[in-house]
């Protein structure tokens, strides 16, 4: 075939099966200065992490915990897909964390918290205090009867007392379920029904956007939530933001409610000896959406999450315990989880601990904390990043700080923010990980290696040590690199960091990340039982990954998944809505933003209140990330002939898109309609092809 017919065709193929969000890049190097420091430089380091060394050298990574007892086997298979790492070792994930630090480091802040409030001082947790603290708060725990094994729901901002709860759990091997603070008291309350806790940790209040929020409303109605679904919370127990001093207006129940830092007194000067719990033994639950309605709590287990993410943290967040660490992610979700707390802590980090929203009081903001805490790791989300380039463009360089590195995770980034980030937050100087993966996954998937690999913007780069990705189209065929294809990115090989179940649900586990790809159901060759991550991805001819998004009606709303069944289940709670759907919109700084479309009940009038109480009713079942960009009331929703919703027309429309033949629907004029009442009377559609994850919308059901 002539080359000119075959560059057509092959052009031909790619714009009809991606969506091109932006061309490819140029290749960015490391500095001689970054590399000359950095923890790995090891060349070949990816082959040691070949499928042909798989399990063992996975050994690496383990031998970076101090165990209580040795493991006898690297991987267990018997019960595939459920794969137990490091069988037979006794650990403990506060130990590795806290006590055995404190030898060599006792002395050296753990975190440095900042509070929103310009006006407080910053508060220098030292890993000394921060042992004391956590065993006191274990102590507390131990003394309401908690054991290893029970779950506890917590609901707290970003404070110290947050860690110090966690790893007061860890320390007995109680498994906590964070749940993030943002989210509403319903959200909570079903997620402590879920996970079975019967008691929930707090806070009365803390700062957000210059307003001190009443958090304990929230605890209050999740628990009685939890009850009308079924399970009893027998104990809040409340921090105060401000100790000794109650920052909520919420009344405190009697026998119910307890101020922890009161009830800490009971307990001063207590050490409680971490647990030797199994190397597979739980360690937390982290919910996340998925395509039904019903969150699912993903269960990490002790010590393959803990060696994935200290040993990541190492290599790819490059933190040496003379660094100054920030990850501005909120430890309500899995990357505060992993690269705030056991990663880092892990690793004898000092890491900074910031309260609020980035942009408070204004957009110099991190860039004053970075400068004054010399802070030189910065890891963030694109969101972010977009948000601080629009309100503060030149920002970064009226301050003297200097990282050495930098990360960004949680959406793709386009490679325009990528280049402000590299430019003028990391000011040319800083390495950039682009780090792909997700709250099941328990730490990185796709990252480059920061001194071996170059960086393409708006690629994560290759897998990860250990990471064998590979894309699969709907056959099941393998998709190859530099074909220009996309296709459903699966990982052919377990790895420590991946998730150990679906809390209360095995078959959802299997059904949700193996069964699409799975050769033989009672394999118990973990070559048969590839990881289906749920993304649109291709794979350039140099082997990085470019991540298109979700493919199972998630919606990515800055960087946090949010279900469409769950928004939809939310606006069907006000009685005058008959029918919902809802759409990803494109959005400058947020990446995606839910629209959403109903249908009112015969008889009753279009009208603002009722889309106010739909807004209103998704702050409330779900929390104000989830707070849609546009509530359309539509005359009836377009449908096919079987009824089913056709939500892809309705995020062509929303994303002033052609919405393409609609004529074999039931009723193919209302499109017409709600065209012009999206995008007005002309039409105002682009001709650009939609993202992957818009344009795959809807196909989940
Ligand atoms: C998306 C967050 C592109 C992806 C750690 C994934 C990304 C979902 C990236 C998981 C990245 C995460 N580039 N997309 N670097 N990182 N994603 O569970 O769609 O909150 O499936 O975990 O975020 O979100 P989750």
């Known amino acids: 075939m002539a080359k000119a017919t075959k560059d057509r065709e092959l052009t031909e193929v790619s714009e009809a099966q991606i969506a091109v969000h932006w061309k490819e890049e140029e290749y960015y190097q490391p500095s001689e200065t970054f590399k000359a420091q950095a923890n790995m430089r090891d060349p070949h380091i990816l ?8 399990p063992d050298c996975f050994r690496e990574y383990a031998d970076m915990l101090t165990w209580f007892e040795p493991y006898r086997t690297v991987l267990d298979t018997s019960d595939a897909p459920f794969w137990k790492w490091f069988v037979g070792g006794k650990i403990n994930a506060c130990y590795n964390c806290v006590d055995r630090h404190l030898d060599k480091y006792g002395n050296k802040p753990a975190f440095i918290f900042v509070p929103e409030p310009e006006t407080e001082p910053d508060v220098a947790i030292k890993y000394r205090d921060l042992s004391s603290r956590v065993n006191e708060m274990a102590a507390l725990l131990r003394g309401l009867g908690l054991k290893a094994g029970d779950r506890v729901t917590l609901h707290m901002p970003m404070v110290p007392e947050l860690p110090i709860t966690m790893l007061a759990c860890a320390r007995l091997g109680i498994v906590h379920s ?37 958090h304990k409303a929230n605890a209050d109605i999740a628990v009685r939530t939890a009850k009308d679904l079924g399970q009893e919370v027998d104990k809040v127990l409340v921090w105060q933001r401000y100790p000794g001093k109650y920052s909520a207006q919420t009344p405190m129940v009697p026998g119910r409610d307890v101020f922890v830092n009161e009830l800490l007194k009971d307990y001063a000067g207590q050490q409680v000896q971490p647990v030797a719990l199994p190397s597979e033994g739980p360690l937390f639950l982290m919910y996340s959406s998925g395509t039904t309605g019903k969150p699912k709590g993903a269960q990490h287990g002790i010590a393959g999450y803990l060696a994935y993410v200290t040993a990541t943290s190492k290599w790819i967040l490059d933190i040496h315990p003379e660094d ?19 990663g880092p802590l892990a690793n004898a980090a000092t890491s900074v601990l910031y309260e609020g929203v980035p942009t408070f009081p204004d957009a110099g903001r991190p ?47 386009e490679p325009e923010t990528w280049r402000w980030y590299y430019n003028e937050v990391g000011k040319r100087e800083a390495v950039i990980t682009d780090t792909w993966w997700l709250t099941e996954t328990g730490g990185f998937l796709g990252t480059t290696v920061p001194a071996i690999h170059a960086m393409k913007p708006g690629s994560c780069g290759p897998g990860a040590p250990g990471i064998h990705p590979i894309i699969y189209d709907e056959t099941g065929a393998e998709v190859p690199k530099g074909s220009g294809r996309a296709g459903n990115i699966c990982i052919r090989n377990p790895w420590p960091g991946i998730m150990q179940t679906i809390w209360g649900d095995r078959d959802r586990y299997v059904k949700t990340y193996f069964a699409k790809y799975n050769r033989n159901p009672r394999s118990k060759d973990w070559r048969d039982w590839p990881f289906m991550c749920g993304d649109g991805a291709v794979q350039a001819a140099d082997g990085y990954y470019r991540i298109l998004g979700r493919i199972d009606d998630v919606i990515n709303v800055a960087g946090h998944r949010l279900g469409t069944k769950e928004i939809e289940s939310a606006c069907l709670t006000v009685p005058e809505v008959a029918e919902a759907a809802v759409v990803p919109v494109q959005d400058e700084v947020k990446g995606r933003v839910p629209e959403v479309y109903i249908a009112v009940k015969p008889g009753v009038p279009p009208s603002q209140d009722v889309i106010d109480r739909v807004i209103k009713a998704n702050e409330e079942v779900i929390g104000k990330i989830a707070r849609p960009k546009h509530v359309y009331i539509v005359p009836d929703m377009p449908k096919t002939r079987s009824g089913k919703i056709m939500r892809r027309v309705l995020a062509a429309i929303s994303n002033r898109r052609d919405v393409g033949d609609v004529t074999t629907l039931a009723n193919p004029d209302v499109v017409e309609q709600i065209r012009k009442m999206v995008q007005g009377q002309d039409a105002v559609t682009t001709r650009e092809e939609l993202p992957e994850d818009i344009a795959k919308f809807g196909q989940a059901e």
């Open 47 to 54: 082959e040691k992490f070949g499928l042909d060394q798989f």
């Open 178 to 214: 964070q749940v993030f603070g943002g989210f509403s008291g319903l959200a909570c309350g079903s997620r402590i029904q879920d996970s079975g806790s019967r008691v929930l940790i707090t806070m009365d209040g803390y700062w957000r956007n210059g307003a001190l929020i009443d």
């Open 324 to 342: 100054t660490y920030w990850c501005m992610a909120d430890i309500g979700w899995i990357t505060g989880h992993s690269y705030i707390v056991y």
């Open 367 to 413: 860039w004053r904390i970075a400068e004054r805490l010399g802070v030189n790791i910065f890891h963030t989300a694109p969101t972010a990043i977009r948000m601080l380039r629009k309100l503060g463009p030149q920002e970064p360089r009226k301050y003297q700080y200097r990282f050495k590195s930098m990360t960004t995770v949680g959406e793709p980034i």
